[in-house]
């Protein structure tokens, strides 16, 4: 799946162009998982302590170790600064779903969670991208 870089572009224009992005944390708060650990890992980093929202515009194609990856070391460690989360989740995922960090979603450790999204798949229905 090809994905669009959209205004991440602009950092490939010239110098002063990249500099200024890279210097403002606001650019990068919007995080598409869909991007891969690379990019998840540069979007967290770039966007220091700004309020974050995960987004996974894939209605659940994204790989299943990104969706494994985010819920057991991404999501705990930034859960603090999280204020929208969306995972679409399939069953080829495994224990992806069994490992999202529910506790610290309900817990103190979620003060700034505004939005949850999490979109499963019934055991008898096949996946018709509705969200609960």
């Known amino acids: 799946m090809k994905t669009d870089l959209g205004w991440i572009n602009i950092t490939f224009v010239c110098r002063r162009w ?10 990068w708060t919007e995080i598409p998982v869909s991007l891969g650990k690379r990019w998840i890992e540069a979007f967290v980093s770039r966007s220091k302590n700004a309020m974050l929202v995960f987004t996974d515009y894939t209605r659940g194609h994204t790989e299943a170790d990104i969706v494994e990856w985010i819920a057991d070391e991404v999501i705990p460690m930034v859960m603090h600064r999280t204020r929208v989360l969306t995972l679409h989740l399939q069953p080829e ?39 609960f």
């Not at 779903?97 to 798949?121: F, G, M, R």
């Open 18 to 27: 990249r500099s200024l992005a890279l210097g403002c944390p606001f650019l």
């Open 93 to 131: 995922h495994g224990d992806g779903c069994a490992s999202l960090p529910v506790t610290d979603i309900i817990s103190n450790k979620a003060q700034v969670l505004e939005d949850l999204y999490l979109s499963l798949p019934s055991s008898d229905d096949e996946y018709d991208g509705s969200s």
